[in-house]
């Protein structure tokens, strides 16, 4: 079948670095996303890996290894604004996105 | 980045009647359009997938008669929700995915919250 694991909440420290882990199994693969969503609104676009290695987009990284079936979002110099939910994707062999339940992500001053 | 847009942002109705919701990609051709719910506190859940010019693919669960999508044209789909009751009160967001794009990210329109009375 196919599933997606992400940590249902994480807490961190303004200015800190938090590390949102991902497993994925899905029917063929396409590329895994990394969505952010704040409460009450629609989910944005953060980030896209499809090839292993990391990609580095400002604050937030992004990292694969399609071998294991990982990923993890990295967030650096945390803000207050970065408290939202956390959804990782994984795009399947049909390209339809295979979502996880979401990190909800608590920074604390 | 493209844009998708949602209409009404909210609407609350009574029992029984109809609701109908718009999406549209205003800046570029979204070959497939998902539709999706999310109830407080839970993860999106994919009701369908409409391709333009076809019958919408509906998820396990999700009854087609209740929720009637069409996707007209390569910019607009619309889901209307049929008989509407109160266990339908969600927040539905649409997505529309551009077939020009390098990798096939799904942008997502700001979302519709439904309340059934």
């Known amino acids: 079948g196919q599933n997606i694991d992400q940590p249902t909440e994480m807490t961190a420290t303004e200015g800190a670095i938090v590390q949102i882990n991902c497993t994925y199994q899905?029917?063929?693969?396409?590329?895994l996303f990394w969505y952010q969503q704040h409460a009450g609104e629609a989910p944005t676009f953060l980030s896209y890996?499809?090839l292993d290695g990391l990609e580095e987009k400002g604050r937030f990284s992004s990292f694969l290894s399609r071998s294991k079936g990982y990923s993890y979002l990295l967030l650096k110099e945390l803000q207050m604004k970065d408290s939202a939910s956390y959804l990782c994707?994984?795009?399947?062999?049909?390209?339809?996105?295979?979502w996880g339940a979401g990190t909800k992500l608590i920074i604390k001053p | 980045g493209a844009v998708v847009s949602q209409h009404p942002s909210w609407v609350i109705c009574k029992s029984g009647t109809s609701v109908k919701i718009e999406c549209r990609s205003l800046?570029?051709?979204?070959?497939?359009m998902f539709w999706y719910r999310q109830f407080p506190k839970q993860s999106l859940m994919l009701m369908a997938t409409?391709?333009?010019?076809?019958?919408?693919?509906?998820e396990q669960g999700v009854e087609k008669d209740k929720f009637l999508i069409n996707h007209a044209s390569l910019t607009l789909s619309t889901l209307t929700v049929t008989s509407a009751h109160p266990e339908d009160s969600s927040f539905y967001i649409c997505s529309a995915r551009d077939g020009g794009a390098d990798h096939n990210e799904q942008f997502f329109g700001p979302g519709t919250r439904l309340t059934v009375l």
């Open positions: 899905t029917s063929g693969f396409n590329g």
């Open positions: 800046d570029f051709q979204a070959t497939t």
């Open positions: 994707a994984s795009m399947d062999s049909n390209y339809q996105l295979i």
């Open positions: 890996n499809v």
């Open positions: 409409s391709n333009e010019g076809s019958k919408a693919t509906y």
